[in-house]
């Protein structure tokens, strides 16, 4: 279900971690699947790294729903930039951070826009 890259390249991410939202046809409960993504310069040809976040089975009305959504989209940011993957530089574990804040964010905006498409479709 996730896509990864096989090992972690040396990195300048280029910190445009985007999350996006896959909206489809179907009922309002289940319309929910969120992707988080990070890009990065790897020796100077793009990679980008996008880990699928699966909404779909959490009630997002919840307090509980809504905090496993937050794990989720952190431990798939963790994925997407890298982190955990070996030895780095500090500058790359700089790099690092910048981009699992940037794409918890994005992933955070993500949930928030597939709950509104809940409430609106009530």
Same mark, same amino acid.
């Given at each position: @279900?996730?896509?990864?890259?096989? #090992?972690?390249?040396?990195?300048?991410?280029?910190? &445009? $971690?985007?999350? +996006?939202?896959?909206? !489809?046809s179907m009922p309002a409960a289940a319309q929910t699947t969120a992707a988080v993504s990070a890009e990065s310069n790897a020796d100077m040809g793009m990679t980008v790294t996008r880990v699928p976040v699966k909404?779909?089975?959490?009630?997002? @009305?919840?307090?509980?729903?809504? #905090?496993?959504?937050?794990?989720?989209?952190?431990? &798939? $940011?963790?994925? +997407?930039?890298?982190? !955990?993957?070996?030895?780095?530089?500090?500058?790359?574990?700089?790099?690092?951070?910048?981009?699992?804040?940037?794409?918890?964010?994005?992933?955070?905006?993500?949930?928030?826009?597939?709950?509104?498409?809940?409430?609106?479709?009530?």
């Amino acid at each position: @279900m996730f896509a990864t890259t096989t #090992a972690f390249r040396p990195l300048a991410l280029s910190l &445009a $971690a985007l999350g +996006a939202l896959s909206l !489809g046809s179907m009922p309002a409960a289940a319309q929910t699947t969120a992707a988080v993504s990070a890009e990065s310069n790897a020796d100077m040809g793009m990679t980008v790294t996008r880990v699928p976040v699966k909404l779909s089975d959490l009630n997002l @009305m919840t307090v509980q729903g809504r #905090a496993v959504a937050d794990r989720r989209v952190r431990a &798939a $940011a963790r994925q +997407a930039c890298g982190i !955990g993957i070996g030895k780095v530089t500090l500058d790359q574990a700089q790099d690092q951070r910048n981009c699992f804040s940037v794409a918890t964010r994005q992933g955070k905006v993500q949930v928030a826009l597939a709950r509104e498409q809940v409430l609106a479709a009530r």
